[in-house]
């Protein structure tokens, strides 16, 4: 009996390289999803996500920038949302959201996924900025408290 192996997909090579690439350069727990044809990072050790509206983020990426602590940031398909990368929020005692969650602001931390973007996925995940090698990640606490400061305002979204 023999059986006949065939090649993997174009796109499933390019996934696996681009997984490959983010493991070796940035050191993230990258798994490939075969079914939705993406990459996603498991968090909770390594890395967190934080995800608000885009309008919001937009002015949280800001001001964090201008403190010099602006990390990886993703858009999502809907364009109406967005993630924040960042350090594993260890030390959480609660819901570090907490109060937020009017503002559509959620914490995802130990035993959650989040997509990470590549060219050879699908599905309009695209990166708003890019994550470089060697850069330190914003803590989450940081992005949150750059948020609620912003919510806290009468010129908040």
Do not use: K
Not at 27 to 44: E, F, M
């Amino acid at each position: 009996m023999t059986t006949m192996t065939q090649p993997a997909p174009a796109w499933l090579r390019d996934l696996a390289a681009a997984r490959a690439h983010y493991e070796e350069l940035f050191g993230w727990p990258v798994a490939v999803q075969v079914g939705q044809r993406q990459l996603a990072v498991a968090l909770g050790q390594t890395l967190d996500a934080i995800t608000m509206p885009a309008a919001l983020a937009e002015q949280v990426h800001a001001q964090l920038g201008i403190a010099m602590l602006a990390g990886p940031l993703i858009a999502h398909p809907d364009g109406g949302r967005w993630t924040f990368l960042t350090q594993a929020a260890t030390m959480v005692s609660g819901d570090i959201v907490d109060g937020l969650e009017g503002q559509e602001v959620r914490h995802a931390g130990a035993g959650a996924y989040t997509v990470i973007p590549t060219e050879a996925g699908n599905g309009g995940w695209h990166w708003i900025n890019e994550p470089r090698p060697h850069q330190m990640l914003p803590s989450a606490y940081a992005v949150i408290a750059t948020a609620r400061r912003l919510c806290s305002t009468p010129t908040a979204a």
